[in-house]
């Protein structure tokens, strides 16, 4: 419901929105991921369901599809879903902006994982083990293991373009962060994470973060040089 009145309220505002040239920048810029994105917010909405194969013919990206929404005028919803992301962009940029000038550097998440009916698997499912999830063995925290319930990598397709889709991401990531931490899944690392079959046990309550140390490899997003380090700390008190 949160969700819902928040939206609908960023709707009335979009509708009395003028024209702006930073916006229409911002879209250019970034229509590569910006423009699919919008169109998948739009059709799922239209569908009412996430779930892309319940979809009919717009199950697949199609960027012919794509552009043939972006020529229509009458198109405004793809319009809205590039209005929230310019805005989201605007306020996070002011943010760091603040955060920069006090002196303090930012180190951001990155998501190890991409949801099955997402933009991701959508546009681009040949990068992903679909009928596969990712999770955990079982270990002394959870004694059936973990499933955490989203696809896996396919490694090799990803290999393909020298990793092309998560050197983007790391790009995208750089305009609000110093640093980038990217989860270890413990100590076997993200290209190393077990697989198992949708229907396998179900995700596990994850343990108190004070008793358990965590691990990340912290990569270094400035545009001159990349490198890595693994920090490990624990919220032990």
């Not at 310019?86 to 180190?107: C, E, F, M, P």
Request: aromatic share 10%; hydrophobic share 40%; proline share 9%.
């Amino acid at each position: 419901r949160v969700m819902e009145a928040k939206l609908a309220v960023l709707r009335e505002l979009f509708g009395q929105a003028p024209p702006s040239a930073a916006e229409e920048g911002f879209r250019a810029a970034n229509w590569e991921w910006l423009g699919p994105y919008a169109h998948w917010c739009s059709l799922r909405d239209q569908y009412g369901t996430s779930d892309m194969t319940l979809w009919g013919t717009d199950e697949h990206f199609d960027p012919a599809r794509l552009e043939a929404a972006r020529s229509d005028s009458e198109h405004r919803d793809l319009e809205f879903w590039c209005w929230v992301q310019y805005h989201l962009h605007r306020q996070l940029t002011r943010a760091v902006g603040h955060v920069h000038s006090l002196g303090i550097a930012l180190k951001g998440d990155l998501p190890i994982g991409v949801a099955p009916n997402s933009v991701e698997t959508w546009t681009r499912p040949e990068l992903f083990h679909l009928a596969t999830q990712a999770g955990a063995p079982p270990d002394d925290f959870a004694v059936r293991g973990q499933n955490w319930g989203f696809p896996t990598y396919d490694w090799d397709a990803m290999a393909s373009d020298e990793y092309q889709w998560w050197k983007d991401r790391f790009i995208a990531m750089r305009a609000y962060a110093d640093a980038a931490a990217v989860p270890a899944t413990k100590p076997r690392g993200p290209m190393s994470m077990p697989t198992m079959p949708p229907t396998s046990a179900p995700a596990a309550p994850r343990p108190k973060p004070s008793t358990v140390g965590r691990s990340s490899t912290v990569v270094s997003i400035s545009p001159a040089s990349v490198c890595t380090t693994t920090a490990a700390s624990s919220s032990a008190s």
